[in-house]
Structures are given as structure tokens and as C-alpha cells.
């Protein structure tokens, strides 16, 4: 069975294209999820994309990963990446792999974009790279599965 990767992205994202284009792009999300699945046909890989602005609703996805047989996500969490409490626990409590992915570089915008509650429990962040950055972040996951492999077969 192919593996497959859980794609979330979170708040006002379902207005990437329209919402402010000199920072995120004229990319539709739908465009975006195209790209992503293209790419992860290309690596062999299944992909779900879903789109939320509800924090709820992400916890109760990343809460069901594992169930619904994801080996990892791919989360970009919109705004909700410098706040919410709830989503950071949801991505410490599961055993499933997060990469935190941003289309714009956080780090380089207003000093409350910097800060991310989720990193510290994210296997790791990417940011800055446009609609690539998913693509990087799903590079990333599957990378850990190879890494993980060669370690048991002692490679
Ligand atoms: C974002 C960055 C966040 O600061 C912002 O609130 C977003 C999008 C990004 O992908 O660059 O909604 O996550």
C-alpha cells in the first residue's frame, strides 16, 4: 500500500490567490493542492489535501492521522501558528511526523510572525518558499521514513 501524507492547511488559507498576492501569490489553494498531489504521485506517494479555518476541526484531523493511516502531515497552520495552544498539544500528542510549512518566511515579516507555538513540536519548519514549501515539507517527511528504514536495516 502506498503511503500516504495528510496535507492541512489551516486559517484563510482558502483565499490564497485573492488574499494579499504581493505577499502569498496569485496561486488558488486549489492550484496549490494540484501541485502538491502532481508531486506526490511523481515520489509515489498518496496525499490528502483539507483546508480549515477551524481550529477544532485541524485538532480532530490531526487527532485522526494516525487512525486514518497518514505516515505523516504536511500543516500549515495560517495565523493559528502563533497562538493556539490547542493545536500545538494536538501535534505533541500524536505519534504521527508534523512539518510546519509557511508559503511566506516568517521570519522576515512582523516580529509576531516569527514566534511559532507549533515548532517546538513540529519534527521541523519550512518557510518562505511559496507554494514549494509544501513540497519541500513532503520531501522532508518522506526523508525521515527513508532515514528511519536505513536505520533498521542498519545502512
Ligand atoms: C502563513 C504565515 C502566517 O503568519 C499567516 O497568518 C498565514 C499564512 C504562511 O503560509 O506564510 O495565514 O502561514
Not at 500545538?88 to 509557511?102: K, Q
Amino acid at each position: 500500500m502506498a503511503t500516504a501524507v495528510l496535507v492541512l492547511h489551516g486559517v484563510n488559507l482558502n483565499l490564497l490567490g485573492t488574499r494579499e498576492p504581493a505577499v502569498y501569490g496569485r496561486t488558488s489553494l486549489t492550484a496549490v493542492d494540484r501541485v502538491i498531489k502532481e508531486h506526490a504521485r511523481r515520489r509515489g506517494v498518496r496525499v490528502e489535501c483539507r483546508q480549515s479555518n477551524h481550529e477544532g476541526q485541524l485538532v480532530d484531523w490531526l487527532q485522526g492521522a494516525r487512525a486514518e493511516g497518514f505516515a505523516g502531515v504536511v500543516f500549515n497552520p495560517g495565523a493559528f501558528t502563533h497562538y493556539s495552544i490547542a493545536l500545538r498539544d494536538a501535534v505533541a500528542a500524536i505519534d504521527v511526523p508534523v512539518v510546519e510549512v509557511h508559503l511566506s518566511n516568517v521570519h522576515a515579516r512582523e516580529e509576531f510572525r516569527s514566534r511559532s507555538v507549533i515548532a517546538a513540536v513540529a519534527r521541523g519548519q519550512i518557510s518562505g518558499f511559496g507554494p514549494q514549501s509544501y513540497l519541500l515539507g513532503l520531501d522532508a517527511l518522506l526523508s525521515l521514513r527513508t532515514t528511519a528504514t536505513r536505520a533498521r536495516a542498519g545502512r
